[in-house]
């Protein structure tokens, strides 16, 4: 008899520096039977080029990397033991996620909780508002014009200036966060080297701030 358990787990936001990516790096290691052949890998896609090292002296020892990288996966895998940490990806995964892969849900369990032991010390600042189905709810509010003139209730042409304005700016900021969320709150980063470009390295938090004023701005229009 052969049985194989799997379980996928959601990460919070998260952010590792190399030194903290290293630590996971060692403690994944110790999950698996020295003794026998094992497989690590670590996947990093770039905006014009993609690298896959085969451990983390290989990336230690090239450094050509530079900034933080958003998309990217950590795959350790031995006979049929295997756990992945995998970013998020754009429209089909808003999340990071952990997998793991064996016949023993002990060891998925403890597994899993490897990884959390490094990544919840490591949460973004904003990891509550990052899983926000943004896309989602700007498609449904794009649509309330014409949802309510189809059902009567009232038309555009008919709405008050501020409620126009209130509703405009709603949908402006669900918009501006729906497609650039993944590059100003991106859901896991590897930060190779400081970014010393004020606007890039504080580009969430001015991304939210912009939010911030569009909704004041929303509910002024209201009152």
Do not use: C
Not at 94 to 100: D, G
């Amino acid at each position: 008899m052969k049985r194989e358990v799997e379980k996928e787990q959601k990460l919070p936001a998260f952010a590792l520096t190399g030194p903290e990516l290293e630590l996971l790096w060692g403690r994944l290691n110790e999950l698996f039977e020295p003794e026998k052949p094992l497989r690590s890998r670590l996947h990093l896609t770039l905006p014009n080029e993609k690298l896959q090292f085969d451990g983390i002296d290989e990336l230690k020892s090239y450094d050509r990397v530079r900034g933080r990288v958003t998309q990217f996966e950590i795959e350790f895998s031995q006979e049929s033991k295997s756990i992945s940490v995998r970013s998020a990806a754009p429209i089909f995964r808003s999340t990071a996620t952990v997998k793991a892969r064996a016949d023993s849900d002990v060891w998925i369990a403890g597994a899993i909780n490897t990884v959390q032991t490094v990544v919840q010390p490591n949460r973004a600042w904003y990891w509550w508002f990052v899983n926000w189905p943004f896309l989602l709810t700007f498609f449904i509010l794009s649509l309330v014009p014409w949802a309510s003139s189809w059902l009567g209730v009232v038309t555009f042409k008919d709405a008050s200036p501020r409620v126009a304005l209130a509703w405009f700016s709603v949908v402006l900021l669900l918009g501006f966060l729906a497609f650039t969320k993944d590059r100003l709150l991106p859901a896991a980063a590897l930060i190779f080297t400081d970014e010393p470009n004020f606007v890039r390295r504080y580009g969430a938090e001015i991304g939210l701030v912009l939010g911030v004023i569009s909704i004041i701005l929303a509910i002024v229009a209201l009152i």
